[in-house]
């Protein structure tokens, strides 16, 4: 099921430490729900969000046993494992990994077969280069590739993964691709299945993740973000063709006590009305067949082989959508976290197109020195490379992140983490 969707889905996020209120203590059970704050504690800092657009306000949430005890006396055991239930788990980041194909692109090499040069290229998008699929790759040995990195660093053994969420529109299968890498990896007692949401996917994948470890039962949930939109761009095509590259991310989640809880919160939207800008869409022709059954007179048509298009985009249209639409939901995370943008230490967007990145972090009034990009050596990798920050790990795999390692990152640093199609 290769596609990708209009400009549809967006979210952000973002990073924090002590300076955001916590869920325990001067928070009421209703601003609890309204906020959504927990925390993703790394070795980096913790994380801050916006609560999810549907729910909060009208969900009945149990008060917490001090709030009991001051106002009731000493809370039931019922009352506290119904408490426990619906928020004592959290999750924390504790293994990330990611890979690449061998098979580099530059603009160089795009320029001998489309009329394009590495100057256009670099200053429309920021892009230099690009790694694409060969012949022995695919999205599931990447996505192995990139989950055996982060179940190492984790030190957990593939058996003891509970869940596997592939977050891909190109999978090698149409009937998805999660439970060929789960087979590989060894993760023999994991449920997988693959999620489908474009360039906003990996952040509803862990989004995703964290609601089955809240809702028990899940200790090690491993999201793996792997795309190859190489097989669906017309490589004829200098408007699409330069933006994309091959890439697979993967973060291990672990379940944690409450007070240990790493995702602070989220802001998760959609918006349909764009498909025709941005979209890979099946192509299909019925043919009649002669010998086929009749049904109320009417010739059975026999369906065609199905194929996929190419990518079609409107980049001018897409653009246009990025940057009023991002901003938004940064600005609805930084308000909810009770922040601005003077606060935010790193802004990482999704690797769209440097003149993307650019322009929110000026809407948002968020210095350029302060967007982290990977996009010169790695093109437009749909989130999967941006995995590779989040726990500052294998400094050495990416040089496009050198600049990134580099820095001093201390505890209390604030990380905003956007996507959006």
């Known amino acids: 099921m290769a596609c990708a969707t209009a400009p549809a889905l967006h979210s952000s996020a973002s990073w924090t430490a002590s300076t955001v209120p916590s869920l325990r203590g001067g928070v009421s059970a209703h601003e609890r729900v309204s906020l959504r704050y927990t925390q993703w504690r790394t070795s980096l800092s913790n994380v801050v969000g916006c609560r999810a657009v549907m729910s909060a306000e009208n969900r009945d949430v149990s008060p917490t046993s001090s709030e009991l005890k001051q106002n009731e006396g000493e809370p039931s055991s019922h009352v506290l494992a119904e408490q426990r239930r619906r928020v004592g788990r959290g999750s924390r980041l504790v293994g990330s990994g990611s890979a690449v194909p061998k098979h580099l692109i530059t603009n160089e090499d795009l320029s001998k077969f489309v009329d394009t040069s590495d100057e256009w290229i670099s200053v ?97 949930v491993l999201v793996v973000g792997s795309d190859a939109l190489s097989r669906y761009v017309d490589w004829t095509d200098r408007g699409t063709c330069i933006l994309f590259g091959d890439a697979s991310g993967a973060l291990l989640l672990q379940a944690a006590t409450d007070d240990q809880d790493s995702l602070l919160g989220f802001d998760l939207r959609s918006d349909g009305n764009g498909h025709k800008h941005l979209h890979v869409t099946v192509d299909s022709v019925a043919e009649s067949s002669s010998s086929g059954a009749e049904t109320n007179g009417a010739a059975f048509l026999q369906p065609g082989k199905a194929s996929y298009e ?112």
């Open 124 to 220: 429309r998008t920021g892009i230099r280069n690009r790694r694409v699929l060969g012949e022995e790759e695919s999205v599931t040995s990447l996505s192995v590739e990139a989950s055996r990195k982060a179940l190492e660093m984790a030190n957990v053994k593939p058996e003891d993964v509970d869940l596997l969420l592939l977050c891909t529109s190109t999978p090698d299968d149409l009937f998805g691709s999660a439970p060929q890498v789960q087979k590989l990896l060894g993760c023999h007692n994991a449920l997988a299945f693959d999620l489908t949401a474009a360039c906003s996917g990996f952040v509803l994948g862990l989004v995703t993740a964290t609601r089955f470890i809240r809702g028990g039962g899940y200790e090690n």
């Open 310 to 421: 190419c990518l079609q985009m409107n980049g001018k249209e897409v653009f246009k959508f990025a940057v009023r639409a991002v901003p938004q939901v940064v600005e609805g995370a930084l308000q909810e976290a009770g922040i601005t943008g003077n606060d935010v230490d790193w802004l990482l967007l999704h690797q769209a197109n440097q003149r993307i990145l650019d322009s929110v972090s000026d809407r948002l009034h968020i210095p350029s020195e302060k967007v982290i990009s990977n996009l010169a050596n790695y093109a437009r990798t749909r989130l999967q490379l941006d995995t590779r920050t989040w726990l500052n790990r294998d400094k050495q795999e990416f040089p496009g992140l050198k600049l990134w390692h580099q820095k001093t990152i201390k505890d209390g640093t604030f990380q905003l983490r956007t996507a959006s199609v």
